[in-house]
């Protein structure tokens, strides 16, 4: 598929997504929301996708943000229909995900930058990546899942503190926070990522999505632990699970059909 604002490719099965407007750090405009919905359904339904990477264009930034251009004309209805259209049909998407969608966070990854990264399943970063929610810096808040999506993941007093100050904070402290998984050289970060895709593409397709779906669903009550007890009872509905367990006995390697 051809986008204005996006580069795609598919190598080894898996789709890497390049916001590109480097002139903007990649700015999420109107477009950038649409498109990036658009490539991932295409995601969601490739049969020649099995997971995916989300970077931006340039060695600056991964996401500086939502486009504050954009913003004079907002009201409260439009303002809210914004956020919500951003998060429907891309955040929540890339969230709940059947497939494994990982940021490669090559720079800036400020407010909905910030955000777009927090909704991946993990994030992996070059060692200039800068994470911040600067939104108040403009009068405003996080709107595309931030306040949620960063308390879940760094608790709610550093969520507090980061968002209530705007602190840009470096790649070393959002790995301290477990914000990043890894960081590496820039020049390296799309390997780095590949590589652990690779790992996960040897796996059970339909175990992973059940992965994300519990992993998703966490919850400190009674519901957490049944969500996960049916999922697990599900995986034995899998011709997979007969395929894993066989080549576990017969002492060779599994070879999954997602199926
Ligand atoms: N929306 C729209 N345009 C943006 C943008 C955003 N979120 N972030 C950067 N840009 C544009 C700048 O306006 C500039 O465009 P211009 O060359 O046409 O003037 C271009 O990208 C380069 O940015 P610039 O600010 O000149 O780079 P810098 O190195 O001096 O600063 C940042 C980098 C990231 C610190 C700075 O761009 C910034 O603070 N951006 C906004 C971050 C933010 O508040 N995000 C949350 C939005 S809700």
Same mark, same amino acid.
């Given at each position: ?7 795609? @490719? ?19 405009? +109107?477009?950038?929301?649409? %498109?990036?919905? #658009? ?6 339904? @490739? ?10 264009? $340039? ?5 500086? $943000?939502?486009?504050?251009? %954009?913003?004079? /004309? ?17 955040? #929540?998407?890339?969230?709940? @995900?059947?497939?494994? !969608? !990982? ?24 060692? &200039? ?7 108040? &810096? ?7 899942? $931030? ?18 100050? $705007?602190? !840009? !904070?470096?790649? @070393?402290?959002? /790995? *301290? ?8 050289? *820039?020049?390296?970060?799309? &390997? %780095? ?25 966490? #919850? ?36 999954? +059909?997602?199926?």
């Amino acid at each position: 598929m051809q986008y204005q604002t996006l580069l795609t @490719s598919i190598e080894d099965s898996i789709c890497t997504i390049t916001i590109n407007r480097p002139e903007k750090l990649n700015a999420l405009n +109107k477009t950038v929301i649409e %498109e990036l919905s #658009d490539a991932i359904v295409e995601v969601y339904n @490739s049969m020649d996708i099995k997971s995916a990477i989300i970077t931006g264009a $340039g060695e600056k930034a991964f996401v500086a $943000g939502a486009d504050i251009s %954009e913003f004079l /004309q907002l009201d409260a209805n439009t303002g809210e229909a914004l956020a919500r259209k951003g998060q429907e049909t891309v955040f #929540d998407k890339i969230a709940n @995900s059947p497939k494994p !969608i !990982i940021a490669a966070v090559n720079g800036f990854a400020l407010g909905g930058g910030c955000e777009l990264a927090l909704a991946c399943h993990f994030i992996i970063a070059s060692k &200039n990546a800068k994470f911040g929610q600067p939104e108040v &810096n403009l009068g405003l808040i996080p709107g595309y899942g $931030g306040t949620q999506r960063l308390t879940q993941l760094v608790g709610k007093n550093r969520a507090m503190q980061l968002i209530m100050t $705007g602190e !840009i !904070i470096s790649a @070393s402290d959002a /790995q *301290q926070y477990g914000i990043v998984n890894k960081i590496v050289e *820039q020049n390296e970060l799309l &390997n %780095e990522v590949k590589k652990v895709l690779a790992v996960i593409h040897t796996k059970a397709p339909l175990a992973i999505t059940k992965v994300i779906e519990c992993i998703n669903n966490f #919850d400190y009550t009674q519901e957490g632990y049944d969500f996960e007890m049916k999922k697990f009872g599900e995986c034995f509905l899998t011709e997979d699970v007969k395929e894993g367990a066989a080549a576990f006995l017969e002492k060779r390697k599994a070879e999954f +059909k997602g199926k």
